[in-house]
Structure formats: C-alpha cells, structure tokens
C-alpha cells in the first residue's frame, strides 16, 4: 500500500502522534517528555527531568534532579522581600490568624519519628515539634518585639533533674552565661532563726 504524506501549510490544524524537533516556538498542548535547555514559559510541566533555566512556570509536578539557585528564592510569596534574603518563606496555605512562614525539618522515619518545624507566629519565632504531617507542640520560643526566652518544658524543679555545677545568668549585654552557684550558711530571721546550707545553690540542709 502507498505511503500516504499529509501537507501541513501555514495556519493549518494539525494532528500528529509523535514529533521531534531540534527547536520549538508557540503554545504547546499535549505531554511533553525529554530535555529542555531552556523554557521561557511553561504552565504545566510534568515529570521534566531537566531545565537549565525557567523564566516562568506555574505549574512542576516532579523535577527530578538537583537544583542549585544562584540567586534568591522565594516559597509562598510574590515576591522575593529584601535583597538581603536567599530564602523567603511565606505563610503555609492552611495556616491560621497570625501564622507566618513554616519550615519542615522531616523526621527519617523508623525509630526516629519527630520532626522539627521552624516558624513565625504571631510575633513569636517557635521551634515546634511533631511529625512529617504536622506540628503538635513548641518547645522554644522568642518573643520578636521583647525578646523574652520561653522554654515551656523547663516548668518545674524536677522536670530535667541532675547535679547542678553552675547557674545561668546574663550580663549587662544580654549574653547567657554561666557562673557558680551560692555556698554557705544563710540565716532567715525568724522567731526562732532559721539557717539554710546551701551548696552550688541547692538548699542541702535546714536547721
């Protein structure tokens, strides 16, 4: 049977299985599969295994390759914000009145099953605990405007007991140092008096 050829011309509609090109111009409809040096735009690219550079596009579903960015890049913003920033995290789409930016550390799995989430909420910088799903507790805090230090888990006297050889302070710079805990005999005046021994800041003895 002849080998029949269809002639496409100038503002034709063509339809066609399979087609290579050495260089491509115009919209595009269908799957596209292979290497691409350079895509100016692009509103979905599925499975792309490789682009040397993207002007625009909005839609990736899987890149499969490393990524190195010599500028700045920017999650969740339209923007990039201050020149000042590499990285611009915006706040998550299911986040709550006051949440800002959120960055996953994921857990490995198995044994290891607690990943960590950093974020701004309502003026506060957290260290927030749970799993590669979501967080479920914070265990630092920073008050952006005060600066105040929470540690919610540091709550009672036995909550991380041990021996104790030095105590935090901080100096006039707001540096946390450590320095030595109180030794001696300390008197209360009560009716009768009451002495105190106190070693490294721990009361050891009453009498």
Request: glycine share 12%; no cysteine.
């Amino acid at each position: 049977m002849p080998n029949w050829k269809k002639l496409i011309y100038s503002g034709s509609a063509a339809v066609l299985s399979n087609v290579s090109a050495s260089s491509y111009t115009g919209s595009f409809t269908g799957s596209l599969f292979g290497t691409s040096s350079w895509a100016v735009s692009s509103s979905r690219a599925v499975n792309s295994t490789s682009a040397s550079f993207a002007s625009t596009s909005s839609y990736v579903n899987i890149l499969n390759q490393n990524v190195i960015i010599t500028g700045s890049l920017a999650v969740g913003l339209n923007s990039l914000g201050s020149n000042e920033n590499t990285l611009a995290v915006g706040p998550p789409p299911a986040g709550g009145s006051g949440e800002g930016g959120q960055i996953l550390l994921a857990a490995s799995g198995g044994l290891y099953t607690s990943a960590s989430m950093l974020d701004t909420y309502q003026d506060q910088f957290r260290i927030l605990r749970g799993t590669n799903a979501g967080s479920d507790a914070f265990k630092l805090q920073i008050n952006l405007d005060t600066g105040q230090l929470q540690l919610p888990n540091y709550n009672s006297p036995t909550s991380f007991p041990g021996a104790s050889i030095a105590n935090l302070s901080s100096d006039n710079s707001g540096n946390v140092i450590t320095v030595a805990g109180y030794s001696g005999i300390v008197t209360i005046n009560t009716m009768p008096p009451v002495n105190f021994d106190i070693q490294n800041g721990i009361i050891v003895n009453v009498f």
